[in-house]
């Protein structure tokens, strides 16, 4: 199985400031990677696809990159509404999510 | 609009067998792929399984294998999930989700419901 490896697990930050979120594949992945948002007691919403295609609706704030086994989400610019955990998924083979990134505000 | 709302979970005991529901609506169900994700309390996503849209190709996840299976009703725009020896690791709130309309894989998913939660207790 492929294993997923997000870092940090948590991160505290001003409103405004730039974050970056890494995911590690334990193999080469190619592009198929995506990012979930998920508030507590909520379902996940679909962020970014195939690394860095931007789902429909979601703010220009957020952004993906990377290919192979490094990925990242960028937040340009934290707003409040953005407190929540982070996941990676990786749809190559199989299925396998990151342990998350849990992200709030100072 | 898409709508997915799951049923069917439950206090059970070790052992005891469940099946959940899917019900979507708003869209064409036969076009897409369905597939379940788990979330046990306080931790991260799982993914359990997926059945294409012809009902007939299914995938499970490792630890899913021999004691889930997954199925769909077309008719009634319905999924399913059938667990049987359930274990106290099972416990989780299970999602279904939705292939992502883009068709590019069926691991990936735009729309998700609520989640019903399961829970393995003597």
């Known amino acids: 199985d492929i294993q997923m490896t997000q870092s940090p697990s948590t991160l505290s930050e001003f409103v405004g400031d730039r974050v970056t979120i890494t995911c590690r594949a334990s193999q080469s992945i190619s592009s198929w990677l995506a990012w979930y948002q998920q508030k507590p007691g909520k379902a996940p919403k679909l962020l970014i696809y195939?690394?860095?295609t931007l789902e429909g609706g979601v703010p220009s704030r957020f952004s993906g990159s990377g290919s192979g086994t490094e990925f990242t989400l960028t937040i340009s610019s934290l707003q409040p509404d953005d407190s929540a955990t982070y996941y990676c998924q990786q749809y190559d083979s199989s299925s396998t999510f990151g342990g998350g990134t849990k992200v709030e505000i100072k | 609009e898409v709508q997915l709302l799951e049923s069917g979970g439950g206090l059970v005991l070790p052992g005891g067998s469940l099946r959940l529901s899917c019900a979507a609506s708003?869209?064409?169900?036969?076009?897409?792929?369905m597939g379940w994700v788990r979330q046990a309390p306080g931790r991260g996503l799982e993914w359990v399984s997926v059945?294409?849209?012809?009902?007939?190709?299914?995938y499970y996840a490792n630890s899913a294998k021999g004691r889930f299976t997954i199925s769909r009703d077309n008719s009634i725009n319905t999924l399913y999930l059938q667990i049987h020896g359930l274990r106290a690791d099972d416990t989780a709130v299970y999602f279904c989700?939705?292939?992502?309309?883009?068709?590019?894989?069926?691991?990936?998913?735009?729309?998700w419901g609520q989640g019903t939660l399961i829970t393995v207790s003597s």
């Open positions: 708003g869209f064409s169900f036969s076009s897409h792929a």
């Open positions: 989700a939705r292939q992502h309309a883009s068709g590019s894989s069926a691991l990936l998913y735009d729309y």
């Open positions: 195939k690394a860095s």
């Open positions: 059945v294409y849209g012809d009902g007939i190709t299914t």
